[in-house]
Every structure is written in structure tokens, then in C-alpha cells.
């Protein structure tokens, strides 16, 4: 199936770094959606982008729409051990109203 | 609760067996989406419904899978004679009239063995 780029694959990082993923595609998306999957549980929606150029934050989370419309950018700030998950991007493609997903993200905080 | 809701949360089948599962969305929300995950994979779109009508489904849904959605509230996804490369999280996610935000529910994780 159809999936999206997402880059790192994986992150290692010490309790209160930053942290920076992406998304990319070469497909044009009216809305991007960022999700956190916990082992065992369904995805969980983080913050969700409307239009290229929004930036929106939650709490320590900030995302971007990028202004081509082809990718987007999610970071935490300040990492925690309960950040510690799988990282989804998801876009959903003009003319359709399903959402295709990243390849994810497994981020490990180390106190 | 209010939240997508899943049942069963596991389910281990013997290889060629059926087996069904259930998604009630939240409450009004009109369209509802099957996604498949394997492991280490994003999920991977099977089918989506608005209202009891089913308007898509993906080529990874082959015609041992059938989805049903029949008074536009709960839906429930059917797989037959099951085969080993069918074990996967399946997820459904619904949203809202008029809105883009996909919530999730637990998922079913299907082994098959």
C-alpha cells in the first residue's frame, strides 16, 4: 500500500534534547496529521494541520505544513520518558478522504 | 467511554478459519475507516465508509475480506479462510461531518496460526 516518507526511521536521545522528524511526499496534501503509537495500542492524534505554511503547537510539540503542500516537520522539545513511541505522519490527498500514513518514527528517551 | 471501541482487543484463529471484528465509531461520527498494520509498519488503508455507504476500498483488500457498515454505526470487518500473512493490527478510525481529524480505536491484533 501507499505510504509516506518518514525520516529518521529511528532516534535515540537523552531525557531533555530536542527532537525533529519529517515527512515527505510527491504528492500535494490538504491536511497533515500527526499521531503517537504506543506498543499494543491504537495510534493517538498529536496535532492536526489545515493549511501550507501552519504552524501549530501542543504543549512541547510544534508542527509545521510545509508551504509546497508535500511535507511537514514535528518537534518535541525538552524529550521526556513518557515521549518514548512510535511517531506517524499522515496526510490526507486532495480529492480523497483517506488518510495515508508515514512509515513512522520509534523514538527512545534515555534518562 | 466515547472513543472508537474495538472488539475483540486479540484474536489467535487456526489458519483457513473465519473470523470477524467489530468497530463502533463515536457516536455521529459518519465516516469509519479499516487500516491494517504489520509489525514496524504504518497502517495501510483497506476500505472507508460515510454513513452505511462503502466508497472505497484498496487493493490489499482481496475477496477474502469483506467489510460491512449496515445501519451507518458500527462496522464490522470479515475475513475468510484465513491465511498466516492475514496476522496484523487491524485498526478502525472515524471522523466526524465536516471534519479531517481520524480518531483510533485499540485495534485487534490478529494472529494466525
Known amino acids: 500500500g501507499q505510504q509516506l516518507n518518514q525520516s529518521p526511521q529511528s532516534m535515540f536521545i537523552q531525557e531533555g534534547e530536542d527532537v525533529s522528524m519529517n515527512c515527505t511526499s510527491s504528492?500535494?496534501?490538504?491536511?497533515w496529521l500527526w499521531y503517537k503509537q504506543d506498543p499494543g495500542e491504537g495510534p493517538v492524534l498529536l496535532i492536526a494541520?489545515?493549511?501550507?505554511?501552519e504552524l501549530t503547537s501542543n504543549g512541547r510539540l510544534t508542527a509545521q505544513f510545509g508551504i509546497t503542500r508535500k511535507d511537514s516537520f514535528l518537534n518535541i522539545s525538552a524529550s521526556i520518558p513518557s515521549d518514548v513511541g512510535i511517531y506517524f505522519c499522515?496526510?490526507?490527498?486532495?480529492?480523497?478522504?483517506?488518510?495515508?500514513f508515514g512509515t513512522g518514527t520509534r523514538l527512545q528517551v534515555f534518562p | 467511554d466515547t472513543g472508537v471501541s474495538q472488539d475483540p482487543r486479540h484474536k489467535i484463529t487456526k489458519r483457513g478459519q473465519n473470523v470477524t471484528f467489530r468497530c463502533d465509531p463515536i457516536?455521529?461520527?459518519?465516516?469509519l475507516y479499516w487500516y491494517r498494520q504489520t509489525l514496524g509498519q504504518g497502517p495501510e488503508f483497506l476500505t472507508y465508509?460515510?454513513?452505511?455507504?462503502?466508497?472505497?476500498k484498496s487493493r490489499l483488500l482481496s475477496d477474502r475480506f469483506s467489510a460491512e457498515r449496515p445501519k451507518g454505526s458500527f462496522s464490522t470487518l470479515e475475513i475468510q479462510r484465513t491465511e498466516q500473512g492475514d496476522s496484523a493490527m487491524y485498526l478502525c478510525?472515524?471522523?466526524?461531518?465536516?471534519?479531517?481529524?481520524?480518531?483510533f480505536g485499540q485495534g485487534t491484533r490478529l494472529t494466525v496460526v
Open positions: 494541520l489545515y493549511k501550507a505554511g
Open positions: 465508509f460515510q454513513n452505511e455507504a462503502q466508497l472505497e
Open positions: 457516536s455521529e461520527h459518519n465516516r
Open positions: 504528492s500535494i496534501f490538504n491536511t
Open positions: 478510525a472515524t471522523i466526524g461531518v465536516g471534519g479531517v481529524e481520524a480518531f
Open positions: 499522515a496526510g490526507q490527498l486532495r480529492n480523497t478522504d483517506k488518510l495515508i
